[in-house]
């Protein structure tokens, strides 16, 4: 089973939409753990001890929260609490539990976090060579692909110009589109 996600908005408290709070919850956090509700049981009733992976899409933003991006860090470092809990509640079974954390990754999730605005959401990647979903769709199946006594439970996965979350950035110098790519440390010159 794989978990993912979604962000929107780059709003700052106190001015954060109560509709992008729901739906961000909803989606990473409350679906997440329906969904390992719902296929732990099959998972736990194979023989020897139950079998399975369980394979949730965290993200840098769980580990190194960032502004404009409160509300989506928050839902991730949930992400990254249920896995680490569920990890140590299975851990009798034969149940794999895998964290894969990317950092800045070029999919629909800027696009998705303007609202659709695409002009918006390019600017994000401006200048860097981010992470394709292909990138991570190949850790993925790496992890999965281990013999079933390998647990590669903790991934977090950078193009090489990026090194952390925002550290190093100047929050007040940068427009809502390069805040909402705080994962980039260094852009390429231009």
């Given at each position: ?38 296929i ?42 249920f ?47 981010p ?23 903790d ?36």
């Amino acid at each position: 089973m794989l978990n993912s996600g979604l962000v929107k908005g780059v709003d700052k408290a106190p001015e954060i939409k109560s509709d992008d709070i729901n739906i961000m919850f909803q989606t990473n956090v409350t679906g997440l753990i329906a969904m390992t509700q719902a296929i732990l049981p099959i998972f736990l009733a194979r023989p020897d001890g139950g079998r399975g992976d369980i394979i949730n899409i965290g993200s840098i933003a769980g580990r190194e929260p960032y502004p404009g991006g409160s509300i989506y860090c928050a839902t991730k470092a949930a992400v990254r609490s249920f896995t680490d809990a569920l990890r140590k509640e299975l851990i009798a079974s034969r149940v794999r539990i895998i964290e894969i954390d990317p950092g800045q990754v070029e999919t629909e999730f800027s696009v998705v976090r303007f609202g659709g605005d695409k002009e918006k959401a390019k600017k994000v990647y401006e200048g860097v060579e981010p992470l394709t979903g292909d990138d991570i769709a190949e850790v993925v199946v790496f992890t999965a692909g281990r013999r079933e006594n390998v647990v590669i439970a903790d991934t977090l996965v950078f193009p090489n110009h990026q090194v952390s979350s925002s550290r190093g950035i100047d929050i007040d110098k940068i427009t809502d589109e390069k805040q909402a790519a705080a994962t980039v440390m260094h852009r390429k010159p231009t």
